[in-house]
């Protein structure tokens, strides 16, 4: 048994409308050799071009033209999407939109694309009869890739753009970084060098002391320090940088006279007729006024157009400070004064009532000194009770005789009672009122009560003499006192503006609030969009 020789088949094509009936091995390898010629579907150069080519040509021509037309990144991405769902077969993004302008499908209107699929829809229900299709799984081949010239000159075109976008963004950086930042720092520093009016600062320190008393306690403890005058260094602080001070110096020296010449730039000169509150806010400006708690020292520094000027302003400004700080310490010793006067002369008037409530009593009462008065009384009782024992003793000598005589012992005996109605009438005098009149003990009772407080009256009038010596004394010393450590001079070389560092310092100014106001319009923009 021979076994028939078998050839491998490559490439056999079959004609579109050749019958299924098979055929032969010979019959094969002769139909293979008529239809393969070993080359495949490779064309020669040389060949004349088929409709397919012509079909390709104007598929490429097409493909250039959407090209041409510039179109972003993301609407090819959107052609590429709605061919997919399409159906349609491309190589390349701008090959889908070709592909589908021939469907007759718009790629960049969804609605529309979406509204002619219905319709295509509804169109094939109503012309077919609904009955199962035959599915054909037709092979996917892989895309066509465009040729290298194709693609360096699309690489090309997007560096192209990528330059042009980058410029026109730095070209708007540079000029939102002029119109915003350059431009009015140029015109300030144009200000600060060409327009600006030269002033002269005088500066000035001083110190508000406290006089040395001889005060004990807790509030000893701060005398020295600049607690002790921390309230009144505030005080006047405030009061130089007062309305009050300004029309003072306005008054005194002219103030708004100086600052409303015609040589002062505009930004800095006042109007002829300029109100207090215009004058008041330059004021605050060129009167500077810091207080340093630390060491209780006040530093001024006041500027002018003229030194001389600056200088007669500074010294104006201390004398208000010196006579505010004398008005702070009057106060204080008119009411120390002022207490201490009143008290004397309510107690001066006091002990002269006293005196007269004594004088009173001895005229009323004719004594002029009971105890004198009682003395004497005492002395007078004591004389006779020493006669009246030495009439007991005689009257018990004459009771002792057997027979005593009667004449004698009446007569003493009557002597007896006589002594003793008299002592018992002096001692009567003492203590008990007789006719009507006080008794001794009421006389020296009130004049001892009125004696008494007259004692107490010219004891407070002492006291209160003495309240007001140190009163005296302590008004005749100054309590507060301002003493200058830095003394006012007059400059020689003006000292504002300084054209450098605020030039420099509106730079920076003028990029921070750029920088602040892109920082915010980014962070908007990127919400909006996200």
């Not at 019959?27 to 060949?47: K, N």
């Not at 006041?302 to 600056?310: H, K, N, Q």
């Not at 006091?350 to 004497?376: F, M, N």
């Not at 009257?395 to 007569?411: E, F, I, W």
Request: net charge negative; glycine share 6%.
């Amino acid at each position: 048994m021979t076994t028939p020789p078998k050839a491998s088949k490559f490439r056999i094509r079959k004609a579109p409308g050749a019958a299924a009936a098979p055929q032969a091995e010979g019959e094969d390898l002769v139909a293979s050799d008529q239809s393969e010629d070993g080359f495949g579907d490779t064309r020669y150069p040389t060949a004349a071009p088929t409709s397919t080519d012509q079909a390709e040509r104007a598929i490429d021509n097409e493909v250039a033209a959407v090209k041409a037309e510039g179109l972003s990144g993301r609407q090819l991405r959107t052609a590429r999407r709605v061919a997919q769902k399409n159906g349609v077969d491309a190589s390349s993004d701008h090959e889908a939109v070709v592909l589908l302008r021939r469907e007759g499908i718009d790629p960049f209107q969804p609605s529309a694309v979406l509204k002619l699929i219905e319709n295509r829809r509804g169109a094939d229900v109503d012309s077919k009869a609904q009955l199962p299709q035959t599915v054909v799984n037709r092979p996917k081949l892989p895309a066509v890739p465009p040729n290298e010239a194709q693609r360096a000159q699309e690489i090309i075109q997007i560096q192209r753009d990528i330059v042009r976008r980058r410029r026109l963004a730095f070209f708007l950086l540079l000029s939102r970084l002029a119109v915003f930042v350059i431009f009015p720092t140029a015109l300030a520093g144009w200000y600060f060098f060409r327009l600006a009016t030269p002033l002269y600062a005088t500066t000035s320190e001083f110190v508000i002391q406290q006089a040395e008393s001889a005060s004990s306690g807790i509030g000893s403890m701060f005398r020295g320090t600049q607690f002790a005058t921390s309230q009144d260094s505030i005080a006047v602080q405030g009061y130089l940088q007062s309305r009050d001070a300004m029309l003072r110096l306005d008054h005194d020296l002219g103030f708004k006279q100086h600052f409303s010449q015609g040589f002062i730039d505009p930004l800095q000169r006042l109007e002829p007729e300029a109100t207090n509150e215009t004058a008041y806010k330059l004021y605050k400006r060129n009167v500077r006024i810091g207080y340093d708690p630390t060491e209780g020292l006040i530093k001024m520094e006041v500027i002018a157009a003229d030194p001389a000027v600056s200088q007669n302003f500074s010294e104006a400004l201390l004398g208000y400070a010196e006579q505010q700080v004398d008005q702070l310490s009057q106060r204080l010793r008119e009411d120390q004064m002022q207490g201490a006067r009143a008290s004397y002369e309510d107690a001066e008037v006091k002990v002269l009532e006293a005196q007269q409530h004594v004088l009173a009593l001895q005229e009323e009462l004719g004594i002029l000194d009971p105890l004198t008065e009682q003395s004497s009384v005492m002395s007078q009782v004591g004389t006779f009770e020493v006669e009246l024992q030495k009439k007991r003793l005689e009257l018990r000598q004459l009771l002792d005789n057997t027979r005593p005589n009667q004449a004698r012992v009446d007569a003493t005996r009557g002597d007896i009672r006589r002594l003793e109605a008299l002592i018992a009438e002096l001692r009567s005098q003492l203590t008990n009122s007789m006719n009507g009149e006080a008794s001794l003990a009421q006389i020296t009772g009130r004049l001892r009560i009125a004696e008494a407080d007259l004692e107490t009256r010219q004891l407070m009038l002492s006291q209160a003499l003495q309240q007001l010596e140190t009163a005296r004394i302590e008004a005749n010393r100054q309590v507060r006192y301002l003493e200058t450590s830095v003394s006012p001079v007059a400059p020689d070389e003006p000292t504002y503006p300084r054209a450098f560092e605020n030039t420099l310092l509106a730079f920076l100014i003028f990029g921070g609030i750029y920088l602040m106001l892109s920082l915010t319009a980014s962070i908007l923009r990127e919400q909006a969009t996200s």
